[in-house]
Protein backbone atom coordinates (compact mmCIF):
# COMPACT_ATOMS: atom_id res chain seq x y z
CA UNK A 1 0.00 0.00 0.00
CA UNK A 2 1.16 3.12 -1.08
CA UNK A 3 2.39 5.47 2.28
CA UNK A 4 -0.91 7.61 4.07
CA UNK A 5 -1.00 11.52 4.31
CA UNK A 6 -4.27 12.16 4.75
CA UNK A 7 -7.82 10.47 6.12
CA UNK A 8 -10.73 11.44 4.51
CA UNK A 9 -13.25 10.41 7.77
CA UNK A 10 -17.07 10.42 7.64
CA UNK A 11 -19.12 11.75 10.39
CA UNK A 12 -22.45 9.89 11.05
CA UNK A 13 -22.69 6.51 12.01
CA UNK A 14 -17.98 6.66 12.34
CA UNK A 15 -17.92 9.70 14.76
CA UNK A 16 -21.23 9.88 16.02
CA UNK A 17 -24.30 7.62 16.08
CA UNK A 18 -27.66 7.61 17.67
CA UNK A 19 -26.69 11.69 18.81
CA UNK A 20 -24.08 10.46 20.75
CA UNK A 21 -20.38 10.76 19.74
CA UNK A 22 -18.51 7.22 19.24
CA UNK A 23 -16.27 6.29 21.68
CA UNK A 24 -12.56 7.09 21.63
CA UNK A 25 -13.18 9.68 18.04
CA UNK A 26 -12.31 12.19 19.46
CA UNK A 27 -8.68 10.89 20.74
CA UNK A 28 -8.59 9.01 17.14
CA UNK A 29 -8.73 12.73 15.24
CA UNK A 30 -6.20 13.83 18.00
CA UNK A 31 -3.47 11.36 17.32
CA UNK A 32 -4.17 11.81 13.43
CA UNK A 33 -3.37 15.20 13.82
CA UNK A 34 -0.44 14.67 15.82
CA UNK A 35 1.02 12.70 13.42
CA UNK A 36 0.85 15.33 10.52
CA UNK A 37 -1.60 13.32 9.06
CA UNK A 38 -4.01 15.81 6.68
CA UNK A 39 -7.53 15.34 7.77
CA UNK A 40 -10.75 15.70 5.69
CA UNK A 41 -13.96 15.23 7.33
CA UNK A 42 -16.85 13.62 4.46
CA UNK A 43 -20.28 13.97 4.80
CA UNK A 44 -23.91 13.62 2.78
CA UNK A 45 -25.40 15.67 5.08
CA UNK A 46 -27.94 17.12 2.75
CA UNK A 47 -30.28 19.10 4.84
CA UNK A 48 -28.07 21.60 7.13
CA UNK A 49 -25.44 24.61 6.52
CA UNK A 50 -21.76 23.89 6.54
CA UNK A 51 -21.74 26.23 9.92
CA UNK A 52 -24.55 24.51 11.56
CA UNK A 53 -22.62 21.01 10.60
CA UNK A 54 -19.16 22.38 12.41
CA UNK A 55 -21.44 24.05 15.70
CA UNK A 56 -23.06 20.39 15.90
CA UNK A 57 -19.62 18.51 15.84
CA UNK A 58 -18.41 21.46 17.96
CA UNK A 59 -21.06 20.16 20.37
CA UNK A 60 -19.96 16.67 20.19
CA UNK A 61 -16.54 17.52 20.92
CA UNK A 62 -15.16 17.56 17.68
CA UNK A 63 -12.75 20.42 16.38
CA UNK A 64 -13.81 20.67 12.04
CA UNK A 65 -12.28 23.49 10.67
CA UNK A 66 -14.05 25.34 7.89
CA UNK A 67 -11.40 24.03 5.08
CA UNK A 68 -11.87 20.71 6.26
CA UNK A 69 -15.27 19.78 5.76
CA UNK A 70 -16.76 18.88 2.43
CA UNK A 71 -20.27 18.30 1.96
CA UNK A 72 -22.12 18.36 -1.52
CA UNK A 73 -24.35 21.36 -0.66
CA UNK A 74 -20.92 23.16 -1.00
CA UNK A 75 -20.24 21.55 -4.38
CA UNK A 76 -23.59 22.18 -5.78
CA UNK A 77 -23.31 25.70 -4.84
CA UNK A 78 -20.33 26.27 -6.83
CA UNK A 79 -21.68 24.17 -9.47
CA UNK A 80 -25.01 25.81 -9.94
CA UNK A 81 -23.57 29.20 -9.63
CA UNK A 82 -20.76 28.47 -12.21
CA UNK A 83 -23.29 27.11 -14.81
CA UNK A 84 -25.56 30.71 -14.24
CA UNK A 85 -28.45 27.74 -13.54
CA UNK A 86 -32.28 28.58 -12.95
CA UNK A 87 -32.68 25.22 -10.21
CA UNK A 88 -35.76 23.99 -9.33
CA UNK A 89 -35.04 23.02 -5.60
CA UNK A 90 -36.36 19.78 -3.74
CA UNK A 91 -34.32 21.04 -0.58
CA UNK A 92 -35.12 21.75 2.91
CA UNK A 93 -36.21 25.38 3.56
CA UNK A 94 -33.22 26.29 5.11
CA UNK A 95 -30.97 25.18 2.52
CA UNK A 96 -33.81 26.48 -0.08
CA UNK A 97 -33.34 29.99 0.99
CA UNK A 98 -29.38 30.28 0.48
CA UNK A 99 -28.63 28.10 -2.61
CA UNK A 100 -27.99 31.01 -4.78
CA UNK A 101 -29.48 29.81 -8.21
CA UNK A 102 -32.88 28.92 -7.34
CA UNK A 103 -35.64 30.20 -9.06
CA UNK A 104 -38.84 30.84 -8.36
CA UNK A 105 -40.21 29.88 -11.61
CA UNK A 106 -39.52 27.89 -14.75
CA UNK A 107 -37.72 27.20 -17.48
CA UNK A 108 -35.33 25.33 -15.23
CA UNK A 109 -32.04 24.22 -16.31
CA UNK A 110 -31.37 22.21 -13.29
CA UNK A 111 -33.71 20.24 -10.44
CA UNK A 112 -31.53 19.62 -7.09
CA UNK A 113 -32.40 17.27 -4.95
CA UNK A 114 -31.60 16.93 -1.65
CA UNK A 115 -33.35 16.23 2.01
CA UNK A 116 -36.88 17.21 1.57
CA UNK A 117 -38.75 15.98 3.59
CA UNK A 118 -39.83 19.68 4.99
CA UNK A 119 -41.47 20.40 1.93
CA UNK A 120 -41.92 17.21 -0.20
CA UNK A 121 -45.39 16.80 -1.50
CA UNK A 122 -46.75 15.47 -5.19
CA UNK A 123 -46.74 19.01 -6.84
CA UNK A 124 -43.31 19.48 -5.85
CA UNK A 125 -42.07 15.95 -6.56
CA UNK A 126 -43.99 16.48 -10.11
CA UNK A 127 -42.89 20.14 -11.04
CA UNK A 128 -39.19 17.97 -10.30
CA UNK A 129 -40.12 16.00 -12.88
CA UNK A 130 -42.08 17.72 -15.44
CA UNK A 131 -38.77 19.88 -15.65
CA UNK A 132 -36.54 17.38 -15.73
CA UNK A 133 -38.50 16.21 -18.98
CA UNK A 134 -38.56 19.05 -20.36
CA UNK A 135 -34.61 19.19 -20.24
CA UNK A 136 -33.23 19.84 -16.79
CA UNK A 137 -30.44 18.12 -15.72
CA UNK A 138 -31.37 16.16 -12.63
CA UNK A 139 -28.96 16.92 -9.71
CA UNK A 140 -29.06 14.75 -6.49
CA UNK A 141 -26.71 16.16 -3.55
CA UNK A 142 -26.72 12.11 -2.32
CA UNK A 143 -28.36 9.02 -3.20
CA UNK A 144 -28.07 6.98 0.29
CA UNK A 145 -31.00 4.68 0.73
CA UNK A 146 -31.97 5.29 3.93
CA UNK A 147 -30.56 7.38 7.30
CA UNK A 148 -30.12 6.37 10.82
CA UNK A 149 -31.33 7.99 13.79
CA UNK A 150 -32.29 7.40 17.73
CA UNK A 151 -35.78 6.70 16.77
CA UNK A 152 -35.38 4.19 13.79
CA UNK A 153 -34.41 4.02 10.35
CA UNK A 154 -35.90 6.76 7.68
CA UNK A 155 -35.73 7.17 3.89
CA UNK A 156 -33.11 9.16 2.56
CA UNK A 157 -33.03 11.35 -0.19
CA UNK A 158 -32.26 8.50 -2.54
CA UNK A 159 -35.70 7.38 -2.92
CA UNK A 160 -36.61 10.44 -3.68
CA UNK A 161 -34.04 10.45 -6.79
CA UNK A 162 -34.40 7.00 -8.17
CA UNK A 163 -38.74 8.43 -8.40
CA UNK A 164 -37.75 11.16 -10.83
CA UNK A 165 -35.49 9.05 -12.28
CA UNK A 166 -37.50 6.38 -13.05
CA UNK A 167 -40.59 8.46 -14.15
CA UNK A 168 -38.09 10.46 -16.53
CA UNK A 169 -35.86 7.97 -17.96
CA UNK A 170 -32.55 9.80 -16.38
CA UNK A 171 -29.78 9.18 -14.56
CA UNK A 172 -28.91 11.75 -11.97
CA UNK A 173 -25.53 13.77 -11.54
CA UNK A 174 -24.57 12.48 -8.21
CA UNK A 175 -22.54 15.16 -6.12
CA UNK A 176 -21.90 13.52 -2.82
CA UNK A 177 -20.81 10.00 -1.69
CA UNK A 178 -20.03 7.49 -3.60
CA UNK A 179 -19.19 10.08 -6.55
CA UNK A 180 -15.16 9.35 -7.14
CA UNK A 181 -15.13 13.26 -7.91
CA UNK A 182 -16.07 13.99 -4.41
CA UNK A 183 -13.51 11.83 -3.02
CA UNK A 184 -10.80 13.48 -5.80
CA UNK A 185 -11.93 16.63 -4.60
CA UNK A 186 -10.85 16.21 -0.70
CA UNK A 187 -7.46 14.80 -1.99
CA UNK A 188 -6.90 17.27 -3.60
CA UNK A 189 -7.99 19.83 -1.19
CA UNK A 190 -4.78 18.23 0.78
CA UNK A 191 -2.04 18.47 -2.49
CA UNK A 192 -1.92 15.01 -2.19
CA UNK A 193 -2.40 12.10 -4.49
CA UNK A 194 -5.89 9.83 -4.04
CA UNK A 195 -3.57 7.05 -3.23
CA UNK A 196 -2.12 8.28 -0.21
CA UNK A 197 -5.76 9.03 1.11
CA UNK A 198 -7.24 6.43 3.48
CA UNK A 199 -11.55 6.37 3.96
CA UNK A 200 -13.07 5.64 6.79
CA UNK A 201 -16.61 5.03 6.98
CA UNK A 202 -19.56 2.78 8.35
CA UNK A 203 -21.43 2.65 4.74
CA UNK A 204 -20.09 0.25 2.24
CA UNK A 205 -22.44 1.72 -0.14
CA UNK A 206 -21.02 5.05 -0.17
CA UNK A 207 -17.65 5.59 1.95
CA UNK A 208 -15.88 2.18 0.74
CA UNK A 209 -18.09 1.96 -2.55
CA UNK A 210 -16.87 5.42 -3.79
CA UNK A 211 -13.47 5.46 -2.17
CA UNK A 212 -12.77 2.43 -4.11
CA UNK A 213 -14.14 3.95 -7.22
CA UNK A 214 -11.39 6.90 -6.62
CA UNK A 215 -8.92 4.31 -5.66
CA UNK A 216 -8.48 5.15 -2.23
CA UNK A 217 -7.43 2.39 -0.08
CA UNK A 218 -10.66 2.23 2.67
CA UNK A 219 -11.59 1.52 6.03
CA UNK A 220 -15.43 0.32 7.21
CA UNK A 221 -16.07 0.54 10.69
CA UNK A 222 -18.12 -2.02 12.58
CA UNK A 223 -20.30 1.18 13.69
CA UNK A 224 -23.30 2.83 11.91
CA UNK A 225 -24.88 0.78 9.27
CA UNK A 226 -22.52 -1.72 9.49
CA UNK A 227 -24.66 -4.57 11.15
CA UNK A 228 -27.64 -3.71 9.36
CA UNK A 229 -25.16 -4.10 5.57
CA UNK A 230 -23.58 -7.30 6.84
CA UNK A 231 -26.81 -8.84 7.01
CA UNK A 232 -27.75 -7.91 3.65
CA UNK A 233 -24.28 -8.97 2.55
CA UNK A 234 -23.13 -5.71 1.58
CA UNK A 235 -19.86 -5.62 3.69
CA UNK A 236 -16.07 -7.43 2.80
CA UNK A 237 -15.14 -5.17 -0.11
CA UNK A 238 -13.56 -2.53 2.32
CA UNK A 239 -9.12 -2.99 2.13
CA UNK A 240 -9.91 -3.22 6.44
CA UNK A 241 -12.16 -3.11 9.03
CA UNK A 242 -12.07 -2.60 12.50
CA UNK A 243 -14.75 -2.22 15.22
CA UNK A 244 -14.56 1.54 15.42
CA UNK A 245 -12.89 4.51 14.94
CA UNK A 246 -11.05 4.35 18.40
CA UNK A 247 -9.32 1.44 16.32
CA UNK A 248 -8.07 3.37 13.43
CA UNK A 249 -4.57 4.92 14.95
CA UNK A 250 -3.74 1.22 15.89
CA UNK A 251 -4.73 0.20 12.31
CA UNK A 252 -2.17 3.13 11.13
CA UNK A 253 0.02 2.15 13.45
CA UNK A 254 0.62 -1.27 11.73
CA UNK A 255 0.44 -0.11 8.21
CA UNK A 256 3.35 2.09 8.43
CA UNK A 257 5.58 -0.71 10.58
CA UNK A 258 4.42 -3.22 7.57
Known amino acids: MTAIRAVLLDLEGTLYANARVIDGASDAIAE ?17 TAERIRSELAGYGLSVAADELFTPVVAAERLLTAAQARTFALLSRELTALMPTVAAVGPYTHVLVGDCRETLDYPALDEAFRAVRAGAELVALQRGRYFKRADGDHVDTGAVVAAIEYAAGVTARVLGKPSPDFFRLAATSLDVEATECLVVGDDATTDVAGGRAAGLPTVQVRTGKYADQRAEGLTGDADHEVDSVADLPPLLRRLTAA
Do not use: P
Not at 36 to 46: A, E, I, K, Q, S
Open 32 to 48: LRERGLGVRFLTNTDSK
